[in-house]
């Protein structure tokens, strides 16, 4: 028994004193960017569904396709991103809404 606290969620104790896990420490991280990732991507197939059926109907405007373009180069550059990499991730900028 030790009358000394671990400093955080990730502490273990090593016989001698707490330290970091640091690998349940990234397991947490990578866990955190993949519910991240999904978010992000959930979002973005969201705000492209009315284009994709207008264009499949051939009666998507110029605009709205500028912006269907848009939004899955977004959604490739998401599904791009290394979540083993966490927490070092730096996140797509989703495409500027001009509406």
Do not use: C, R
């Given at each position: 028994?030790?009358?000394?606290?671990?400093?955080?969620?990730?502490?273990?104790?090593?016989?001698?004193?707490?330290?970091?896990?640091?690998?349940?420490?990234?397991?947490?991280?990578?866990?955190?960017?993949?519910?991240?990732?999904?978010?992000?991507?959930?979002?973005?197939?969201?705000?492209?569904?009315?284009?994709?059926?207008?264009?499949?109907?051939?009666?998507?405007?110029?605009e709205?396709?500028?912006?269907?373009?848009?939004?899955?180069?977004?959604?490739?550059?998401?599904?791009?991103?290394d979540?083993?990499?966490?927490?070092d991730?730096?996140?797509?900028?989703?495409?500027?809404?001009?509406?």
């Open positions: 028994f030790t009358g000394i606290s671990p400093s955080g969620p990730y502490q273990k104790w090593n016989g001698k004193k707490w330290v970091t896990d640091t690998a349940v420490e990234h397991a947490a991280d990578v866990e955190s960017a993949e519910q991240q990732k999904a978010a992000l991507l959930l979002e973005a197939k969201a705000t492209i569904s009315l284009w994709q059926t207008e264009l499949q109907l051939g009666i998507i405007s110029d709205d396709k500028a912006s269907l373009i848009a939004w899955m180069n977004y959604i490739k550059a998401v599904q791009a991103v979540t083993s990499k966490a927490p991730i730096t996140w797509p900028k989703p495409p500027a809404d001009d509406a």
